[in-house]
């Protein structure tokens, strides 16, 4: 793969829609075929750019519909299978920590040491600033995110425990 693309700055999954209808009446092929579609698409995307996005230090931006924070009775199948998305999503950026902490316990080391070595090591962006903060919100307040209403945006790092 890296002979033919060279190099990924930006993944966005962004899958079509899933099946809408009655929960009693959709049959298990619109489920498997709603998470091969949106959950699995992503999922294989991710983990086939993951080592050009690694060495680029790129961005992965997976996209899902509200409905995985709001379901509705006939979108049971969207609704599942873009919170599975958003918690997949939500993984990749954890991992990191989870890490940290294991090899901590392991090495003795500090995590604050730790996270040092691998700044160096893997090429990790750096830990969050005040001036992330402001970004967000400068964009919050521009004509591009006159959409954006009535959410929540980490800018954390993804040290957020939970998706919500």
């Known amino acids: 793969m890296r002979d033919k ?4 700055d ?10 809408a209808g009655n ?4 049959p298990d092929q619109a489920w498997v075929d709603g998470y091969a579609l949106k959950f699995f698409g992503c999922v294989r995307m991710c983990r086939l ?5 690694k060495a680029a230090q790129g961005s992965i931006i ?13 979108f049971s ?8 998305m958003g918690n997949f999503s939500k993984a990749l950026s954890e991992r990191f920590y989870q890490l940290l902490e294991q090899r901590s316990k392991a090495s003795g080391k500090s995590i604050e040491q730790l996270k040092q070595e691998a700044t160096a090591k893997d090429g990790l962006r750096r830990l969050g600033k005040p001036a992330d903060i402001a970004a967000l919100a400068l964009f919050l307040c521009s004509e591009k995110a006159q959409h954006i209403q009535g959410t929540a945006i980490a800018v954390d790092g993804g040290s957020t425990v939970g998706y919500y």
């Open 5 to 8: 693309f060279k190099r990924c």
């Open 10 to 19: 930006i993944l966005v999954c962004s899958a079509g829609a899933t099946r």
């Open 77 to 84: 199948i969207g609704a599942s299978v873009n919170a599975a």
């Open 23 to 26: 929960f009693t009446e959709l």
């Open 62 to 74: 997976n996209i899902g519909g509200g409905a995985a924070r709001s379901p509705g009775a006939d």
């Open 49 to 53: 750019f993951w080592p050009l996005l």
